[in-house]
């Protein structure tokens, strides 16, 4: 993982995904296919909760971060929680299901734990499909505008390629936690 955000934050921050921004696509597919692989080979370790659900806290400091990023006409509305982007919600709820499953812990198997993560993840995947497709890559179909130019340059280019992996792969690691101790 170390070495993978040292290789991007050196060629993010040469600007080459600035300069040839489908670079950023192959990038884009080898976190998909890096995750994946991930997620196999740690789906039967032991993760501890706690920790996986404090990773969401960070989605608000990152949330001032976008809307910073908009503000400096890095990207558009539609990636800020003005827009379609809802992770300051999954942040701040983070924080809540802390507090109440350290009092009760079958919190963290219940129903609305699971519908968090499932909506958790699909918020993620909404912002990073609008993320592609407001990018200035050949498959650019919205925000022309203002086109998504803030995740080719460093240090904003770790964001949908390390923070939001880590955070989904966070929420499915929870999901399969509550549901197999569901089971149990």
């Known amino acids: 993982m170390m070495i993978w955000t040292f290789a991007l934050s050196a060629v993010s921050s040469l600007n080459i995904f600035l300069a040839f921004p489908p670079s950023f696509a192959l990038i884009l597919v080898s976190v998909i296919l890096l995750s994946v692989s991930y997620y196999r080979l740690s789906k039967n370790v032991r993760l501890n909760a706690y920790y996986l659900l404090g990773i969401h806290i960070i989605r ?3 949330e001032f971060i976008i809307f910073q990023l908009f503000n400096r006409k890095m990207l558009p509305i539609e990636m800020t929680f003005l827009g379609w982007n809802y992770d300051l919600f999954f942040g701040v ?14 919190i963290l198997t219940s129903v609305l734990f699971k519908a968090w993560n499932i909506l958790g993840i699909c918020s993620l995947l909404q912002v990073v499909i609008i993320g592609i497709l407001s990018s200035p890559l050949p498959l650019q179909a919205m925000a022309f505008e203002q086109p998504n130019i803030a995740v080719l340059q460093f240090p904003y280019a770790l964001l949908p390629t390390i923070v939001v992996p880590i955070v989904i792969l966070s929420h499915f690691h929870l999901l399969g936690k509550a549901i197999t101790t569901e089971k149990k």
């Open 60 to 62: 608000i400091p990152i």
């Open 93 to 106: 709820t983070a924080i809540l299901f802390l507090v109440f499953s350290s009092i009760n812990p079958r």
